[in-house]
């Protein structure tokens, strides 16, 4: 099985309507991960309305943002239960909720989903964590971080590294079925959002990276961005016209990426 670029289809009529009740509030920063929330609440049709947090002010980092979310990381979701923060399970929260963008629970194919999104979250995306801000992990010693950022950017024999949590991603992409290829997911938002920021940060020490290495991700790139949620995102957080396929640093009309 090999995807093709058409394979979701990007026409307005096959997306969900908008839902009554609550109106969301997603506290995000532009092409944080807050990104991906929005796609997911875009490709939904659901009602919300977003607060940035401030990263040139660091607000994420002030007393009323940590009585959100006490880890003071974006993103934060306003739900009627109280706040939501961690990414995959706002991501899985909205998909339950809404009874889309995931499967159900009682469906066969919901343990291999639950388990490529939390590989996602927990190691590419924890991956990712720890060459954009090597300081949190090893300290202030240049050679720790550049060791730190050599280890996890070269495939390794002996333990899993940002190439080869993108080749396992890749491999899950063809054996996915055509009925699983019909509308995207969460995971997939997800996925194209971390290719993004493999391909943009850290500024200067991307080389590791290229796209066409992982073929199935780049034809879910592809696609993804051709979609109306994407297309909303793109206008909102200025992320230019192909922000999964080749990306350029955001240009968000308000609020800063870093």
């Not at 947090?53 to 660091?58: E, G, L, P, Q």
């Not at 159900?104 to 639950?114: C, E, K, N, S």
């Not at 491999?171 to 079925?177: F, L, T």
Request: glycine share 6%; aromatic share 10%.
């Amino acid at each position: 099985f090999c995807i093709v670029v058409s394979y979701f289809d990007t026409r307005t009529a096959g997306r969900p309507r908008r839902h009554g009740g609550m109106t969301y509030i997603l506290h995000y920063a532009p092409d944080n991960a807050s990104l991906i929330v929005r796609l997911a609440l875009e490709e939904l049709g659901v009602r919300y309305r977003t607060k940035l947090v401030d990263r040139s002010r660091a607000e994420h980092r002030t007393a009323a943002f940590r009585a959100l979310n006490g880890a003071g990381l974006i993103p934060v979701l306003e739900v009627p239960g109280g706040p939501l923060s961690e990414t995959a399970a706002i991501l899985l929260w909205l998909a339950d909720r809404h009874g889309a963008l995931a499967p159900p629970p009682r469906d066969a194919a919901r343990g291999a989903f639950l388990k490529w999104l939390f590989f996602a979250s927990n190691t590419l995306h924890a991956q990712l964590r720890m060459i954009f801000y090597p300081a949190y992990y090893v300290g202030d010693d240049p050679a720790a971080q550049s060791q730190l950022r050599r280890t996890l950017t070269h495939r390794s024999m002996y333990h899993m590294t940002l190439p080869d949590s993108l080749d396992l991603l890749d491999a899950r992409q063809d054996a996915r079925s055509d009925a699983d290829a019909q509308m995207p997911d969460v995971l997939d938002y997800y996925i194209a959002c971390l290719l993004r920021w493999c391909a943009l940060y850290p500024v200067g020490g991307t080389d590791w990276f290229n796209l066409s290495e992982y073929p199935r991700l780049a034809t879910l790139a592809e696609a993804l961005e051709k979609r109306p949620a994407a297309k909303a995102a793109q206008a909102a957080e200025g992320l230019g016209a192909t922000p999964f396929s080749n990306p350029t640093p955001a240009n968000p009309p308000e609020g800063s990426a870093t």
